[in-house]
């Protein structure tokens, strides 16, 4: 895909990932960190022991605060906004709670056709206006600094938890929910489709720079079945947002469709730890852009260590077509002096 430098995009003054998205030759890689913004930065403990979860997204100037403070802190060369990929199901009109420490709760789950048929799909600008306050707030504040990733999830890890009913190891009753009645779960898929690609428009025009969809449990199905009920509908979401703005696509765990997601509109793909840079890289041809793909478990190791492992992750890489980041969310328990050493790795990365 070939976006041209919009008048914002510009006005950048680090417009690092936006470069290595349109695959245009860069110094060093540009590095941001999934779930960037939250439990392992203690000022975001601190508003969590004040605002509950749905609070501190649903408040443009808290979602703004938070969003910044990786940015500030950890010096990431792009900020994401804080929110949740679960507010797609709210907007469809079911319940998402959000159990602290034990995550979210959907009461009640999708299981027959007339659940589906009452799901809504239209107006996500105005159901979601919080997102977008929070995304203008954020754009405004960043004043140029670095740029917003907007993003949502895909439709498959969407659908998961609408028919779980909240987080599993193994995705059981979604998968038995697809396999059994798959013209069900591609009706349940198209809607969520529908909806997230007017969400993902609405966030870009609000002020995302670039969208970032997450498909966390892609990888609970096989190579067939991916091609079933995940990658129709993360090529139509990239063929959406071809004008829009440059599309990451995240299939965590589903490594063996990286040849096929190479030749989509999408600008960026994300691996995880489950493949090697050089075997993504052979994978793809150098016709997309590679995101990923640290192991966040390492950022327990020693901090020369952890340096010592990006060198090698970005030399197995490559500088250009290539974001460092890592292979899925960093998790609570690494130290911030660790996630700092992690982006300095990065910038300070020469051959
Ligand atoms: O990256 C960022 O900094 C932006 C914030 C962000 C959150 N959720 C905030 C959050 C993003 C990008 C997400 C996406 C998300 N949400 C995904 C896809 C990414 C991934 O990790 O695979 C998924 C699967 C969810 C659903 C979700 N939200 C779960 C499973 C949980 C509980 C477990 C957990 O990781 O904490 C959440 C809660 C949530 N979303 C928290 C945060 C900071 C933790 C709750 C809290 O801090 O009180």
């Known amino acids: 895909m070939n976006i041209e430098p919009t008048k914002t995009s510009t006005?950048?003054?680090n417009d690092l990932l936006l470069q290595a998205l349109r695959k245009q030759k860069v110094e060093r890689p540009p590095v941001w960190m999934m779930r960037q913004a939250g439990r392992y930065?203690?000022?975001y403990i601190k508003l969590r022991e004040k605002y509950d979860f749905f609070t501190r997204v649903q408040t443009p100037e808290l979602a703004c605060e938070i969003t910044l403070q990786p940015v500030d802190q950890v010096g990431v060369d792009a900020a994401i906004i804080f929110s949740d990929i679960l507010v797609i199901p709210q907007a469809m009109g079911l319940e998402v709670l959000m159990e602290e420490g034990r995550g979210p709760l959907?009461?009640?789950t999708i299981k027959t056709k007339k659940d589906i048929d009452a799901l809504n799909t239209s107006n996500a600008e105005e159901h979601l206006k919080y997102v977008m306050d929070a995304l203008?707030?954020?754009?405004?504040e960043l004043n140029g600094r670095v740029p917003l990733i907007g993003f949502s999830g895909a439709p498959w890890t969407i659908l998961c938890y609408m028919v779980e009913g909240k987080g599993s190891k193994t995705w059981d009753k979604a998968k038995q929910f697809a396999y059994t009645g798959p013209e069900l779960a591609h009706?349940?898929?198209q809607k969520i489709t529908n909806i997230t690609i007017d969400y993902l428009k609405a966030q870009v025009k609000a002020g995302a720079d670039t969208v970032q969809v997450f498909d966390s449990w892609a990888g609970s199905l096989s190579p067939e079945d991916f091609k079933i009920f995940a990658q129709p509908y993360l090529i139509q979401i990239a063929d959406a947002m071809k004008n829009d703005a440059p599309v990451i696509l995240f299939p965590k765990g589903s490594w063996y469709a990286l040849k096929d997601l190479s030749e989509t509109s999408a600008s960026g793909i994300g691996i995880d730890w489950s493949i090697t840079p050089q075997f993504a890289r052979e994978l793809t041809k150098n016709k997309i852009t590679l995101q990923g793909n640290f192991d966040p478990a390492k950022l327990l190791a020693p901090i020369?260590?952890?340096?010592k492992w990006v060198k090698e992750m970005i030399d197995g890489f490559g500088v250009q077509n290539y974001i460092a980041n890592l292979g899925h969310g960093i998790t609570p328990n690494v130290p911030v002096e660790h996630a700092k050493a992690f982006v300095e790795a990065v910038k300070e990365y020469s051959r």
Do not use: E, N, V
């Open 41 to 43: 930065l203690p000022d």
């Open 106 to 108: 959907l009461p009640k």
């Open 304 to 307: 020369p260590q952890i340096k």
């Open 136 to 140: 203008s707030l954020t754009k405004k």
């Open 187 to 189: 009706a349940l898929l």
């Open 11 to 13: 006005q950048l003054k």
